[in-house]
């Protein structure tokens, strides 16, 4: 009698493992299944917002002021946002007025290493009046710089400069430029006018 109970509990046993096998394997593969339906396209945005008007604050102050027609969040292996449809920025002093102003036709921004690239029709002005028209220009904001390697153009004091890079902190107060070339007075000067050989490089006159 025990060795029958003995024998009935090693069939049991033998039409239950391949059943419980089973349903671990068919679990699995609907979690798979589940997991690749949520895969994301990384070419697709995840979230788009529209008229967006945001302020960063330090110190209980607004220290920028960023405006978009549309903004458009993407996660991949870096987290980013674009701004396919333009950027204003507004940089402000510690009693609120205004240091600078960027804007461009194309932004993105890095959200892990904190930069920024601003892209055609890129201009930004100081509160001098001096004003940088360039292609293509990049906002480091843990370094509170802003650079490019492209060619640029700066209109200041009733002059004309050109160079090949050119390099600022926020205010724009304090510049580089690389390979500088020009030095035209503004009046009558065509901006499509060929420029002068000069050093390789000068500080802001």
Same mark, same amino acid.
């Given at each position: 009698m025990i060795k029958l109970k003995q024998n009935t509990a090693k069939n049991l046993l033998r039409s239950i493992i391949p059943i419980l096998l089973g349903i671990m394997l068919f679990s699995c593969e609907n979690d798979i299944n589940v997991?690749?339906?949520?895969?994301?396209?990384?070419?697709? %945005? /995840?979230?788009?917002?529209?008229? /967006?008007?945001?302020?960063?604050?330090?110190?209980?102050? /607004?220290?920028?002021?960023?405006?978009?027609?549309? /903004?458009?969040?993407?996660?991949?292996?870096?987290?980013?946002v674009e701004m396919p449809k333009g950027i204003h920025i507004v940089f402000y002093d510690s009693i609120g007025g205004i240091r600078s102003t960027l804007d461009a036709d194309y932004a993105i921004n890095y959200s892990g290493?904190?930069?920024?690239? %601003?892209k055609n029709n890129v201009i930004a002005v100081n509160t001098d009046g001096q004003t940088l028209y360039t292609e293509e220009l990049i906002w480091d904001q843990q370094k509170h710089k802003i650079y490019t390697e492209n060619e640029v153009k700066i209109v200041t004091e009733g002059k004309i400069l050109f160079g090949d890079g050119f390099i600022a902190d926020e205010t724009m107060t304090n510049w580089d430029i690389t390979n500088p070339r020009g030095d035209f007075e503004l009046n009558g000067f065509?901006?499509?006018?060929?420029? %002068?050989?000069?050093?390789?490089k000068t500080q802001q006159p």
């Open positions: 997991i690749n339906s949520l895969k994301i396209d990384e070419g697709q %945005a /995840v979230e788009s917002t529209y008229n /967006v008007s945001m302020t960063m604050m330090d110190s209980g102050r /607004v220290t920028m002021l960023m405006e978009s027609p549309q /903004v458009d969040k993407y996660i991949s292996r870096h987290e980013y290493s904190k930069i920024m690239e %601003a065509d901006d499509d006018s060929s420029s %002068a050989e000069k050093p390789t």
